[in-house]
């Protein structure tokens, strides 16, 4: 599975973006699909994460901002991320997990190689 995300850029604290994650190599709607981050310093963390059948999973600090879609017809996730701030400046990364699609980034089969969300203040 190769997968390219898209999308990031710079935008003012409470700011929206939409990243894009397209899949190719595997048939899409069988993994689950999910979004980590790596800011300087820190741990690569999880996001959110979507399954099979578009159920979601998001992390407490991004509960009620972000939101993360699938549209498996055109092999893409979505990460929707809104009232920006600037501690969600990091690279954000796409990742697929054929088994379960938990948090933690080792179980994860595949990864794109990221996108630079930067948050000004």
């Known amino acids: 599975v190769q997968l390219v995300e898209s999308g990031g850029g710079l935008v003012q604290a409470g700011g929206s973006l939409r990243l894009s994650c397209l899949a190719s190599?595997?048939?899409?709607?069988?993994?689950?699909m999910g979004w980590f981050r790596h800011a300087p310093g820190k741990e690569r963390e999880f996001v959110a994460v979507v399954s099979r059948s578009g159920i979601m999973r998001l992390a407490n600090s991004v509960k009620g901002r972000f939101t993360i879609s699938r549209d498996n017809a055109k092999s893409t996730v979505y990460l929707q991320m809104n009232s920006l701030k600037p501690e969600n400046t990091a690279v954000y990364y796409c990742a697929a997990d054929a088994a379960y699609g938990g948090v933690t980034k080792s179980s994860y089969d595949y990864w794109g190689q990221g996108t630079q969300v930067t948050v000004s203040s």
């Open positions: 190599g595997a048939t899409c709607s069988t993994y689950y």
